[in-house]
Structure formats: structure tokens, C-alpha cells
């Protein structure tokens, strides 16, 4: 049975165990900001990270694709885990998240991953409201808990 659990920290710590595969998801919005602790880590690398969902952002923003997409990033070689950017976020709306993008993204992603552990940020690393984010758990919990997914939220320690 998979197991939710919360931990304090950087969520995109690396990940040392190559035997217990790491999926980062990543919730984000289509107009290539990328605000918060992900969206920092990706332009501080040396690495086309952040341009590749920049990139992602200019196709849906040309009709070539839409909200509820995934963009999946290796990052196993220097962090030791997945990176999946999670297109739910409305642009500039209330409320902010796509409950029915959030649903079949999370649905693909535990589809192609399904022996990875999520990370997932703390209220999305955003201002939800507790209820907000009470009802994003339960999507959470019934898309990848009860489907053998384990699950980490987290918090960061900052």
C-alpha cells in the first residue's frame, strides 16, 4: 500500500538512492514564469531546464497544446530524478487551479511513472487557501495514494 508522507526541505534535494525512483511535480502556469523554490532552481542551473518549459508555454500559448499537459525533464544524471511540470495553474484567475487539468495530469504521469515516488510542494509552493489545498490533497490521494503511488509533500524548511 502506498503511503503519503510530508517532509521539511528543499524539495529539489537530490535524490542518492538510484534504487527508489524520484518524480518532481511540479505545478505551473503557461506564461513562462515559473514563480517559486522550482522555477528558481531551474534558472540557476546550467542547463536548457527552464527554457524547455518556457518553450512549452510558447506552444500552448500557440494552440499546440493546453493546459492539463505534461512536460517530463531528466534530471537523473545530476539530481537523480524526474522533473515533470504540471501545466494547472489558470493564468492570473480565481481560483488558481485547474481541478480537472490537475486530475488528467496526475492521471498520465502516475501512468508513465508508476514505481516513482512524487514529490509534490506544499500547497503547490502558492498562496491556496487551506481549503483549496485540503481539496487538491483529496484529488492527490485518489489519483496516486490509492493508486500505489507513494507521495512526499514538501515543505520548505525557508
Known sequence: MANL???????MTKNENENAPILVFNPVRCDGQ???IVGDFLRSLDSNAFGLYQAKCDLIA????????????????DFGY???NAFVFYNNADPAVDTAALIHTLENTRQFYP????RIPYKFAVDLTDGEWHAITGIIVN???????????WHDAN
Open 143 to 153: 489519483q496516486l495514494v490509492n493508486n500505489d503511488i507513494n507521495v512526499e509533500i
Open 5 to 11: 508522507n510530508h517532509n521539511n526541505g528543499h524539495i
Open 34 to 36: 515559473m514563480p517559486g
Open 62 to 77: 500557440n494552440h499546440i497544446g493546453e493546459r492539463g499537459d505534461n512536460q517530463c525533464i531528466c534530471l537523473l544524471a
Open 115 to 118: 514505481t516513482y515516488t512524487f
Open 82 to 84: 524526474m522533473l515533470n
